[in-house]
């Protein structure tokens, strides 16, 4: 059988199956997935390990023989084959077929191979014989369309209920890079506890170790300090801050701004006196930019996102530069 990382954990409740190939270029569901397997395997009392590390000079007949031998120190093993090549080879994967097939008592066979496999690999006899007789876990990137949701979902293992606001957030921070979430949200977890979060509050902690204030950036361009913004979005990108999250805030200005000018009173809502001071520069900008004004602020975060992901011609600091004085209200002289 084949299935996915996330869907792991429905496999793993009953029996064990005797042959697992965990293949995929996603380190952190990668990882995970072996760990689970492995103490799925010692719940069920395979207390001995035999690990091969399997690189182009590696003996086969390594394997053969600890496939026919009885572990000495335990009733139950696992045998772990941790691949640096793409796969096999002929004599590697009649070895691998021949013990999928039968597997020995007792053991479980792991096959780790990290890596995004060739069709060669899903055609192979070896690999059939692991969906016919196992299972082969898939551990791939998480698209980043969906990466909200998996942010989510993760945080709820962690007693975290992030909304929808605060999981995309996360995701800009994160551009992709499932470990930096999965470590924002420990993080999160350990300093907020079990509970719902907002995306003010996972702003507070994302930002937290910034000299430059990023969400004071959005307050100063909304309320039309063209110097102060610019002065921060120098010191922001001094300190090494992502332009993902920088352009993520100003667009979440931006929205702010456009539901103010259709619903007045409805562009922030929030409690304390930084969300006073927030919403009352909402209001202004909101008084203050126009709907052609507002049109040309969505250009200008395009161009910044485009260059940003490398689509672009422009340089993305620069683009964000342009952004920000123009929602403060300057427009700043372009090359070209």
């Known amino acids: 059988m084949r299935t996915y990382a996330d869907q792991l954990d429905r496999l793993l409740e009953g029996a064990l199956a005797p042959a697992w190939l965990v293949v995929g270029d996603e380190p952190l ?35 053969a023989a600890a496939g026919r031998s009885l572990s000495l120190f335990a009733s139950r093993r696992i045998l772990e084959l941790r691949m640096a090549t793409s796969g096999p080879g002929a004599e590697g994967g009649t ?17 780790l191979l990290p890596q995004r496999p060739d069709g060669a690999l899903w055609s192979s006899a070896w690999a059939g014989a692991f969906e016919k007789h196992g299972h082969v ?10 990466l909200p949701q998996w942010i989510a979902a993760r945080a709820r293992r962690h007693g975290l209920e992030l909304d929808r606001d ?21 993080k999160l977890a350990l300093t907020h506890g079990a509970g719902k979060l907002d995306e003010d509050a996972v702003a507070e902690a994302v930002a937290d170790s910034a000299r430059f204030d990023i969400f004071k950036l959005g307050e100063a361009a909304l309320a039309g300090d063209a110097a102060r913004s610019l002065r921060i979005l120098d010191g922001l990108r001094a300190e090494g801050t ?3 999250l920088v352009l993520w805030v100003l667009c979440r200005e931006l929205r702010a701004v456009v539901s ?35 049109r040309g602020l969505a250009h200008l975060a395009a161009r910044a996102d485009r260059a940003i992901k490398g689509r672009g011609e422009g340089r993305p600091w620069e683009e964000l530069e342009a952004l920000v004085a123009s929602l403060a209200g ?5 090359a070209g």
Not at 97 to 110: A, G, I, N, Q
Not at 137 to 146: C, G, K
């Open 330 to 334: 300057v427009e700043l002289a372009r």
């Open 166 to 186: 605060a999981a995309t957030l996360l995701a800009a921070r994160v551009e992709g890079n499932l470990l930096a979430a999965h470590q924002e949200i420990e």
């Open 137 to 146: 876990v898939q551990a791939w990137p998480v698209e980043i369309d969906r």
């Open 260 to 294: 103010e000018r259709r619903s007045p009173g409805g562009g922030y809502q929030g409690r304390g006196q930084q969300a006073q001071r927030r919403a009352a520069a909402v209001s202004s900008a909101a008084r203050r930019l126009g709907g052609p004004k507002l």
């Open 95 to 111: 070895l691998l077929k021949e013990l999928v097939s039968d597997p020995p008592p007792d053991t479980v066979l792991l096959m």
């Open 242 to 244: 992502e332009p993902t």
């Open 29 to 63: 569901l990668f990882n995970e997935a072996a760990d689970r397997i492995r103490a799925k395997a010692r719940e069920q009392g395979h207390a001995d390990r035999e690990v091969f590390d399997v690189d182009r000079r590696f003996d086969w007949n390594e394997l």
